[in-house]
């Protein structure tokens, strides 16, 4: 709350000693004026059958984000957002809020969720942003850095972060000081240097290089160091877009290295998106594995969320997805097996399923399912998911 306290202070001493200086001509107000409210509210209703735990789990909770985002003032501008999740119609047989049940990352929590200053007024510099305080941060497919949006409390990062774009080139880094996770439990201070450089005129796409130096405050060898390199792109082929994505990193830390391996192709036609995929989290020898501590994992490796935490022996992720729109519905599906990358052992298998509806431009209803089997890892695993959710 430090660093969130000292980004409010900013906040209000921006615009108010600029208010003050410019009072006769109003652009204090004017910028106030000509902002831009913010609200997002999620119900959600969460099951969870799992073999490992004596009783099924259930969770109905309402998430709401409440927050103003100001007009321009001589480039800057100022946001400020709060969130609350509470539990609905006592809804509340889950863990950790109650023992014995699987649990659901959902808990009931009020908070600053981000609260931000930001420049984007540099003739000098045209195309670059600064921005600081906490704030929301995604990169790329969210696969190392994320919010994991899907929990009901999001993951934000208090830093300075600044972006640089001009062309077909973007850049961005950011320097963090606290992690603010999905559950209190994951909140922690952290010195991270965050590096994301992008070049959108690779043949059929994008070319990205990262390295994010992470590294978890008064914690002794927690250093974390990922370089990579991602290319995703897409070719037109009369009534065949073909895709390819293609990813590698390597990944240093005190008890050793680790690399990870992507490759997906795939083709869409008639409104119809077949993917094939393979992602490996490398082992080292089997005393440590690759891992994505900022990542929105929901996000990969099935939705069970059997995998938040790479086994010592690796994970090798093998999927086809499918995905269309109908009737205005977004429909996927998606096949996982899951495998060791070292050794021979064969974790399970994973089906995912989901349907969503927009309805209009502030609406969404859907349903969402996964089902692990298990062999070698985990407990069989059922989740299901209904939720509406309204938005600015």
């Known amino acids: 709350m430090k660093d969130s306290a000292i980004a409010a202070g900013v906040i209000l001493s921006t615009l108010g000693v600029t208010g003050t200086a410019h009072a006769e001509d109003d652009a204090f107000m004017t910028a106030l004026k000509g902002g831009t409210p913010l609200l997002n509210m999620r119900l959600r209703h969460e099951e969870v059958d799992s073999d490992g735990a004596a009783e099924d789990a259930q969770a109905l909770t309402l998430r709401t984000r409440l927050?103003?985002?100001?007009?321009?003032?001589?480039?800057?501008?100022?946001?400020?957002?709060?969130?609350?999740?509470?539990?609905?119609?006592?809804?509340?047989?889950?863990?950790?809020?109650?023992?014995?049940?699987?649990?659901?990352?959902?808990?009931?929590?009020?908070?600053?969720?981000?609260?931000?200053?930001?420049?984007?007024?540099?003739?000098?510099?045209?195309?670059?942003?600064?921005?600081?305080?906490?704030?929301?941060?995604?990169?790329?497919?969210?696969?190392?850095?994320?919010?994991?949006?899907?929990?009901?409390?999001?993951?934000?990062?208090?830093?300075?972060?600044?972006?640089?774009?001009?062309?077909?080139?973007?850049?961005?880094?950011?320097?963090?000081?606290q992690v603010n996770g999905i559950t209190p439990k994951f909140d922690a201070n952290v010195s991270n240097t965050l590096l994301n450089a992008s070049w959108a005129g690779a043949p059929g796409g994008a070319l990205t290089a990262y390295g994010y130096l992470l590294e978890t405050d008064n914690v002794p060898d927690s250093d974390n160091d990922t370089y990579g390199l991602r290319y995703a792109g897409a070719f037109d082929l009369d009534a065949v877009k073909l895709l390819l994505t293609l990813e590698g990193a390597q990944q240093e830390v005190e008890a050793g290295d680790t690399d990870y391996v992507f490759a997906e192709v795939g083709a869409e036609m008639a409104g119809v998106t077949v993917k094939v995929a393979q992602e490996v989290l490398?082992?080292?020898?089997?005393?440590?594995?690759?891992?994505?501590?900022?990542?929105?994992?929901?996000?990969?490796?099935?939705?069970?969320?059997?995998?938040?935490?790479?086994?010592?022996?690796?994970?090798?992720?093998?999927?086809?997805?499918?995905?269309?729109?109908?009737?205005?519905?977004?429909?996927?599906?998606?096949?996982?097996?899951?495998?060791?990358?070292?050794?021979?052992?064969?974790?399970?298998?994973?089906?995912?399923?989901?349907?969503?509806?927009?309805?209009?431009?502030?609406?969404?209803?859907?349903?969402?399912?996964?089902?692990?089997?298990?062999?070698?890892?985990?407990?069989?695993?059922?989740?299901?998911?209904?939720w509406a959710e309204v938005k600015l």
């Open 67 to 177: 927050g103003y985002q100001t007009g321009k003032l001589y480039g800057f501008d100022a946001m400020g957002e709060f969130e609350d999740t509470r539990i609905v119609g006592k809804v509340d047989n889950f863990a950790p809020h109650m023992s014995g049940y699987p649990v659901i990352a959902d808990p009931e929590v009020t908070e600053l969720n981000r609260a931000t200053v930001r420049y984007t007024g540099s003739d000098a510099l045209d195309g670059l942003v600064a921005t600081y305080g906490r704030q929301r941060i995604i990169y790329d497919n969210a696969r190392f850095v994320g919010n994991v949006g899907w929990r009901q409390d999001e993951q934000t990062f208090d830093g300075a972060k600044l972006d640089y774009g001009t062309g077909d080139f973007s850049f961005s880094t950011a320097y963090l000081t």
């Open 282 to 386: 490398g082992s080292d020898g089997g005393q440590v594995a690759f891992q994505t501590p900022l990542a929105t994992k929901h996000a990969f490796n099935g939705w069970a969320d059997q995998f938040l935490v790479t086994p010592a022996d690796g994970l090798k992720d093998s999927f086809v997805s499918v995905g269309t729109k109908l009737a205005g519905f977004k429909l996927a599906a998606v096949y996982h097996d899951f495998q060791a990358d070292e050794g021979s052992s064969d974790y399970g298998t994973e089906t995912d399923l989901l349907v969503a509806r927009p309805i209009g431009k502030h609406y969404v209803v859907g349903l969402k399912y996964a089902d692990y089997s298990a062999d070698d890892f985990g407990t069989d695993t059922q989740k299901l998911w209904a």
